[in-house]
């Protein structure tokens, strides 16, 4: 299992930036694929971003252009940054790791969430 510890929500105006933080406890290149997730009060959880073990990127069709995904390999931490914040960017945002076991066995692991409060 990875533990996943998130930090760098909290309250913003419209318009402002955050960056949240993910600290794995293992050294990311292990995991094939880490990513960020958000949840609305009353919406199904949704992809925000994701970067490979090889470092390929993707990021949702509603964040492109505002949000990017990142890494430092030897902090074992994946970062969201996110500007020119909307308040239906407003959620719970998780972080999540995907990785395979000896045969070939899929884990996903999530974070606690750190809460994203945008202002109007």
């Known amino acids: 299992q990875v533990h996943l510890g998130e930090s760098g929500g909290g309250l913003v105006q419209a318009g402002g930036s955050l960056r949240l933080s993910c600290v794995a406890s293992?050294?990311?290149?292990?995991?094939?694929?880490m990513g960020w997730h958000r949840q609305a009060p009353g919406k199904e959880r949704e992809l925000v971003a994701t970067?490979?073990?090889?470092?390929?990127?993707n990021h949702a069709d509603s964040v492109k252009g505002r949000f990017i995904i990142s890494r430092d390999i030897a902090k074992n931490t994946v970062y969201l940054q996110m500007n020119s914040l909307k308040p239906e960017d407003t959620a719970v945002y998780y972080c999540?790791?995907?990785?395979?076991?000896?045969?070939?066995?899929?884990?996903?692991?999530w974070g606690q969430g750190t809460q994203v409060t945008v202002s109007s």
């Open positions: 970067i490979t073990r090889t470092g390929s990127i």
């Open positions: 999540n790791a995907i990785h395979y076991g000896l045969r070939n066995e899929r884990y996903d692991d």
């Open positions: 293992v050294n990311i290149f292990s995991i094939a694929v």
